[in-house]
């Protein structure tokens, strides 16, 4: 548990607090309190909002999630190392990244310094131990930030080196995918031992900045730039000696630093060149605060009732200060890009076993309470054996006017989504998009499916003020099946294949010609050849002129290729199916869906009853690919003309579907 060292009176530089006139924050009605169970007790004191307007709140012992609106996704635990346990650091724990994971950093009870990057879905993507390479002690991470310019990820930590006797202190740089890029050690002297250290941040144009204080008395401020070369070191001699220190970075540049005192806290405004702008002395707390894009601090009092304050960035002036009746206890703190204040804690009456609270204050004018408008064009634009693409047109911030703040997309193979329960019961996607201005044209690819299955998606979309829409409209697409391991080959000469030999060979003992009638022999080739089977459409041929039965009048006799091919070592099955069209559209789905090539035969009545024979080694939706042997590949569009094909103007029925499969039929 943190140590809270409190006052309640405001002071600058020793004299009596001004209050200016800035209207109190009203609670926001659209909002409103929100009550939510922490069963792993992850005792959060940092709030961090994600892309999609949803928020982490990390803690000691775990991670929570919570959506737009303030309800709980999920939680979860830190993972353990040898029974030992793990221990966040008190300050700067978490960041996130621009598509929604999220970066925590970790202290083992083994003095372990971890990085974890999790999903959107709580599901951890990387443990970075941080590559501590002195052989001295205790070794330890105090924050972690991230920079959406740059795309990458920042962590302080020390270690004891006995060759400076005292706490090496230094950043670290990572992609992010965690992987190293680039450290710095700090300058000699800085101690950043546990308890006097304020975390990492970075401001809008990708500086970094650290805090804590110098082995002795000396509180400081480093900043660097976004390649971690040291721009300035701010160092002061404090009131009397520190205990702990805080600290927040500014958006626009700079850092605040809060130093406890024994007699009192102060609050220091340092600026972006280094320079103390001003500091007074503070009851707030040194943990639990937030600064919001024009600067303005925002600190909490949880000595009685706990109250919220706000100073203001040019002098430290209180704006205001309100309490929070609900609260027992304030133990994290945000503020939004649209300046809504966003606290979280313990209630002081719980409800049922949801203990714990999120509430959001609006200040300076009325309250957003219109939702987007709900999507009505979902459509399914393009689909590959694991993705589906969807468009839609963006709606508004209000209704249908103004920029939404967030998508949330939703799929499931279960059914239609037309609940909202259906809506919360699906898997929620990752990496949606950043919101358009109203009408402007959205597109998202879906991916990670699974093959040949039909998925159903669904969207809501959220403003910065947490109201949400109601549901869009459900679009279904089913994701491709690929055959792999099919030649291509051709019955006729082909100028782009030089192995292609064959088809000025003698068919069967004719004297007519392999690109005349072998186009069975030629499908029935490119299946062989997938499951192993060492041939190709002249060494089949040989194969089948060679075994009794081999062909039968003018067709390969596929059961005899089949005996040929089992004969090899490699055992094979082969069924055909004559009947309805229905029955053979069943065996052309399981074959593809199973990883089967089907060999479709058809006759057209407008040539004489002639018979051709293709491969179907694709499929995705409604609409088929075929290796033609004896033309350019076609694909079917419309399932209806699966049964009536169109090849060079000659309509072409399907009169049987042939599937050779190493599995059981």
């Known amino acids: 548990m943190r140590k809270i ?64 609106a303030g309800n709980r996704l999920w939680s979860l635990l830190y993972p353990t190392v040898e029974s030992s346990g793990w221990l966040t650091s008190a ?32 599901n951890l993507l990387k443990d970075q131990i941080l590559p501590v390479t002195s052989p001295d002690s205790d070794p330890a991470v105090f924050g972690v930030a991230y920079s959406s310019n740059s795309q990458k990820v920042y962590a302080a930590f020390s270690y004891w080196s006995a060759a400076r006797e005292g706490y090496v202190a230094a950043i670290l740089m990572f992609d992010e995918d965690l992987n190293p890029v680039k450290n710095v050690v700090g300058p000699a002297g800085i101690d950043w031992s546990y308890g006097s250290v304020t975390g990492i941040g970075v401001d809008k144009n990708d500086n970094v900045y650290v805090g804590g204080s110098r082995t002795g008395s000396f509180i400081y401020v480093l900043e660097y730039d976004a390649d971690l070369n040291l721009k300035f070191e701010f160092s002061k001699d404090p009131i009397a000696p520190k205990m702990f220190i805080g600290g927040e970075t500014i958006p626009n540049g700079g850092y605040y630093i809060i130093n406890n005192e024994f007699i009192d806290n102060t609050l220091h405004n340092i600026s972006a060149s280094g320079a103390e702008q001003w500091f007074r002395l503070s009851g707030l707390d040194i943990y639990i605060h937030a600064v919001d894009g024009g600067g303005n601090f925002y600190g909490v009092d949880n000595s009685q009732t706990p109250q919220l304050s706000k100073l203001g960035y040019a002098d430290g002036t209180v704006k205001w200060a309100v309490a929070e009746p609900h609260s027992a206890m304030i133990d ?43 999507i009505a064009d979902l459509a399914a634009v393009s689909v590959t054996t694991n993705s ?23 799929y499931t193979a279960a059914g239609q989504i037309s609940s909202d329960a259906d809506f919360t019961a699906a898997t929620q996607a990752q990496g949606e998009p950043a919101p358009q201005a109203a009408g402007g044209a959205e597109i998202f690819t879906l991916t990670g499916l ?108 596929l059961p005899a290729m089949v005996d040929a091919i089992t004969a090899s070592g490699v055992a094979v099955q082969y069924k055909k199916t004559t009947g ?86």
């Not at 020793?14 to 309190?33: K, R, T, V, W």
């Not at 990244?97 to 990057?117: A, Q």
């Not at 969807?390 to 997309?409: F, M, N, R």
């Open 91 to 122: 300050e700067g724990n978490i960041a996130v990244d621009s598509v929604g994971n999220v970066y925590v950093c970790i202290n083992t009870y083994l003095w372990e310094p971890h990085v974890l990057k999790y999903d959107p879905q709580g």
């Open 450 to 557: 699974t093959p040949g299955t039909t998925y159903f998606l669904a969207l809501k979309t959220a403003d910065e003020a947490g109201n949400i829409s109601g549901l869009s409209n459900c679009v279904s697409a089913e994701t491709c099946v690929e055959v792999t391991g099919v030649p291509n080959w051709k019955q006729y000469k082909d100028d782009t294949d030089p192995t292609n030999t064959w088809h000025k060979e003698d068919y069967d003992h004719t004297t007519s010609k392999i690109s005349a009638l072998g186009c069975l022999l030629t499908a029935a080739a490119q299946v062989a050849k997938k499951y192993g089977y060492n041939t190709d459409p002249g060494r089949l041929n040989e194969t089948l002129k060679n075994t009794v039965g081999g062909f039968d009048g003018k067709f390969v006799y």
């Open 332 to 374: 994290a703190l945000f503020v939004d890009g649209q300046d809504r204040i966003y606290t979280a804690g313990y209630l002081a009456e719980p409800v049922g076993d949801k203990d714990s609270y999120i509430a959001r204050y609006t200040q300076g004018g009325a309250q957003d309470t219109t939702a987007p408008s709900p």
């Open 5 to 68: 060292f409190l006052l309640c009176i405001l002071t600058l530089a020793g004299a009596p607090a001004a209050f200016s006139q800035e209207n109190e924050p009203m609670l926001d009605s659209g909002f409103g309190i929100k009550p939510f169970s922490d069963p792993d007790y992850i005792s959060p004191y940092t709030i961090k909002q994600s892309i999609d307007g949803g928020f982490y709140l990390g803690g000691e012992y775990g991670l929570l999630r919570l959506d737009a």
């Open 580 to 665: 309805t069209d229905v029955q053979m559209h069943l065996l052309l789905e399981d074959g593809l869906k199973n990883g089967n090539p089907v060999i479709l035969e058809l006759y057209s009545a407008s040539r004489l009853g002639r018979t051709h024979f293709v491969v179907v080694a694709k499929k995705c939706g409604d609409v088929i690919y075929i290796n033609d042997p004896g033309n350019n590949n076609t694909r079917v569009t419309t399932l209806a003309d699966y049964f009536n094909l169109i090849t060079n103007g000659n309509p072409k029925k399907i009169i049987s579907v042939r599937m050779i499969t190493k599995g059981t039929i």
């Open 388 to 410: 589906i693409t969807v468009s839609w047109t963006a709606p508004g911030d209000d209704g249908a006017t103004g920029t939404a703040a967030g998508y949330d997309v939703r």
